[in-house]
Nanobody, 124 residues
Framework: QVQLVESGGGLVQTGGSLRLSCAAS????????MGWFRQAPEKEREFVASVGWSGNIRTYADSVKGRFTISRDNARNTVYLQMNSLKPEDTAVYYC?????????????????WGQGTQVAVSS
């Protein structure tokens, strides 16, 4: 069993920054890729970023490339999402998820554990 707890969401102005954290329970955290997804009101959940088991391989959605950075600290069982140059269209609930695989994945079906989400709101 894995539990994921996100934190760091909030309200920020356009152009601002936020850093999301996701703390994971369980001793197998470092064996799996991790991902961040988001869901805006009345929209489907979408992929944001994924990081491989070692932290060396990362992939991003085109909409956040160059602005967001995903990272992980396996010693702390934590994955991060640094979000810079935020835009109103980044407003969503952000979810952390554990992959079934060691390598980066963008498909939600490749993830088996999810956090409860943290709200990010970007004002114009």
């Amino acid at each position: 069993q894995v539990q994921l707890v996100e934190s760091g969401g909030g309200l920020v102005q356009t152009g601002g920054s936020l850093r999301l954290s996701c703390a994971a329970s369980g001793r197998t955290f470092s064996n799996y890729a991790m991902g961040w997804f988001r869901q805006a009101p009345e929209k489907e959940r979408e992929f944001v970023a994924s990081v491989g088991w070692s932290g060396n391989i990362r992939t991003y959605a085109d909409s956040v490339k160059g602005r967001f950075t995903i990272s992980r600290d396996n010693a702390r069982n934590t994955v991060y999402l640094q979000m810079n140059s935020l835009k109103p269209e980044d407003t969503a609930v952000y979810y952390c998820a554990k992959s079934k695989s060691r390598i980066v994945r963008a498909d939600m079906r490749d993830y088996d554990y999810w956090g409860q989400g943290t709200q990010v709101a970007v004002s114009s």
